[in-house]
């Protein structure tokens, strides 16, 4: 299929979990792909799955400078740019009493200013008509327990689609959003939960979700892929949530 065919795109964490396989669905659709990560390893393992003609780049979504660097890599690379899937984040999950200043600092870092200021240095290498999809979290919907500083920058993230979309509509730049709920990804794993309580804390969320089941991060890059392909251009400033219907329970 062709649905991508000869679009240049940039898929920020892209070298795991759901920015991978959206690479690779971007990959069989045509796209020519650009993708980003911060482990070595990962970056490594992910070139080694995408194959020579995907530039994977290290780039730390916490650093203004490493995304104003990474800009101009795209500009140096593609001369212009079709469409960016804004993927990179991290999630931590903590009571309020455990949080520090530093650790609220990098969330909102990594998770919002980093995105934020990649979209102002990639600018102007926007084609016209371009896309942008960012990569948010029913948890800007939700009031879970422990997620109140994630929550605060999928939620900014997500206004930023609605704000941005009226910004640059006239510079022909739709801005939209994909909103995950569970999703069986390396992300989960990042967050250092012992094995034990792991299987407890699936099974609660697993209770939570009406389809039964953790999503996949292949359902996700789906609806990315749809966002990004001009099958969706009359669609502006929305959000497609990926959740196997959790916004339900409330």
Known sequence: ???????????????????????????????????????PDSIAKAQAELGSEVLVLRADSASVAAQQELAQAVKDHYGQLDVA??????????????????????????NVKGPYFLMQALLP?????????????ISAH???ARSSVYAATKAALLNMSKTLSTEWLGRGIRVNAVSPGP???????????????????????????????????????????YLASDESRWTVGS????????????
């Open 183 to 225: 999703i069986d990804t390396p992300l989960y794993d990042k967050l250092g939960v012992a094995d034990a309580y792991r299987e407890q804390i699936d099974k609660e969320i697993t209770a939570s979700i009406p389809l039964g089941r953790f999503g996949t991060a292949e359902e996700v890059a789906k609806a990315v892929l």
């Open 142 to 144: 939700v009031g879970a």
């Open 1 to 39: 299929m062709s649905r991508l065919q000869g679009k240049r795109t940039l898929i920020t964490g892209g070298t795991s979990g759901i920015g991978l396989e959206t690479a690779k669905q971007f990959q069989a659709e045509g796209a020519r792909v650009i993708v980003t990560g911060v482990n």
């Open 85 to 110: 899937f804004l993927n990179a984040g991290i999630s931590v999950w903590l009571p309020i009493e455990q949080w520090t200043p530093e650790m609220f600092e990098r969330s909102f870092d990594i």
């Open 125 to 137: 290498a926007f084609a016209n008509p371009a896309c942008i999809v960012l990569n948010t979290s």
């Open 239 to 250: 959000e497609i949530v990926v959740d196997g219907g959790r916004l339900l329970n409330g």
